[in-house]
C-alpha cells in the first residue's frame, strides 16, 4: 500500500497507511478566530484559542455575530464549565464589566444582571482598576481583571454562527481519496 502525507487546511498534520488515516499536530496559531465550540439550550458557546484584551475580546465576538458570553443562571454557568474542560482551555474573559459605574456590573449586550459565580472576595477592584470579568479554568469562579491583561475569551450567538465557525462537535476536517475524516474536539462526558 502506499503511504501518503500532508498537512490539511486547518494545520493539522495527517498520514495515511492506504487503510487509516491519523492526525496529529493541530496548530491553533493559524487562525486567531478558531474555537471550541458547544451548544446548550439553543444558543452556540465558543472559546477563542486566541489572547486578546477584554475589549479586544468584545470586538471580536461582535465582528463574529455574537457577543462576549453572559451567564445568567447555573444551568448555563455549567454549560461554560464544559467549555472550560476542553484540553489547553486557560482563564477566559466573560461579557461582564462595571466600566460605567464601579461597583455596578452588567453585561455587555445588556442582559439582566441577576446571577453570578464569583470568587470568594471578588470582585475586589483591586489597584481600583479592574474593571472586566473573567472565569478562572481552576474553578470555573469569576474574578474582576484590568484592560491590559490578555485572555483567551468565550462568544455567544443565539444562533449558528453565520461564517460556521463550529458545532456543538468540532470537528476538523480533511478529504482523502474522497473520503472524509475528522476528529472531534469535544470530550465526552
Same mark, same amino acid.
Not at 41 to 60: C, F, M, P, R, V
Given at each position: 500500500?502506499?503511504?501518503?502525507?500532508?498537512?490539511?487546511?486547518?494545520?493539522f498534520?495527517?498520514?495515511?497507511?492506504?487503510t487509516?488515516v491519523?492526525?496529529?499536530?493541530?496548530?491553533?496559531?493559524?487562525?486567531?478566530?478558531?474555537?471550541?465550540?458547544?451548544m446548550y @439550550?439553543?444558543?452556540?458557546?465558543?472559546?477563542?484559542?486566541?489572547?486578546?484584551?477584554?475589549?479586544?475580546?468584545?470586538?471580536?465576538c461582535?465582528?463574529?455575530?455574537?457577543?462576549?458570553?453572559?451567564?445568567?443562571?447555573?444551568?448555563?454557568?455549567?454549560?461554560?464549565?464544559?467549555?472550560?474542560?476542553?484540553?489547553g482551555?486557560?482563564?477566559s474573559?466573560?461579557?461582564?464589566?462595571?466600566?460605567?459605574? @464601579?461597583?455596578?456590573?452588567?453585561?455587555?449586550?445588556?442582559?439582566?444582571?441577576?446571577?453570578s459565580?464569583?470568587?470568594?472576595?471578588?470582585?475586589?477592584n483591586?489597584?481600583?482598576?479592574?474593571?472586566?470579568?473573567?472565569?478562572y479554568?481552576?474553578d470555573?469562579?469569576?474574578?474582576?481583571?484590568?484592560?491590559?491583561?490578555?485572555?483567551?475569551?468565550?462568544?455567544?450567538?443565539? @444562533?449558528?454562527?453565520?461564517?460556521g465557525?463550529?458545532?456543538?462537535y468540532?470537528?476538523?476536517?480533511?478529504e482523502?481519496?474522497?473520503?472524509y475524516?475528522?476528529?472531534s474536539q @469535544?470530550?465526552?462526558?
Open positions: 500500500t502506499m503511504s501518503t502525507s500532508g498537512v490539511d487546511e486547518n494545520g498534520m495527517w498520514a495515511s497507511d492506504g487509516s491519523t492526525i496529529t499536530g493541530h496548530n491553533p496559531s493559524r487562525d486567531g478566530s478558531q474555537f471550541y465550540g458547544i @439550550n439553543g444558543h452556540y458557546y465558543g472559546l477563542s484559542t486566541s489572547t486578546k484584551t477584554w475589549t479586544e475580546a468584545k470586538i471580536d461582535e465582528a463574529n455575530g455574537g457577543h462576549l458570553v453572559t451567564i445568567t443562571d447555573e444551568a448555563e454557568q455549567k454549560a461554560i464549565q464544559k467549555l472550560l474542560s476542553f484540553a482551555s486557560s482563564d474573559w466573560i461579557g461582564a464589566t462595571d466600566e460605567v459605574t @464601579n461597583g455596578e456590573w452588567t453585561w455587555c449586550n445588556g442582559e439582566e444582571f441577576a446571577y459565580n464569583w470568587r470568594s472576595g471578588q470582585p475586589d483591586y489597584d481600583s482598576i479592574e474593571t472586566y470579568a473573567n472565569i479554568v481552576s470555573c469562579k469569576w474574578n474582576d481583571w484590568n484592560a491590559t491583561q490578555k485572555l483567551t475569551y468565550i462568544c455567544e450567538w443565539e @444562533n449558528m454562527p453565520s461564517k465557525i463550529f458545532s456543538e468540532k470537528f476538523y476536517g480533511l482523502y481519496n474522497g473520503h475524516y475528522g476528529i @469535544n470530550k465526552l462526558p
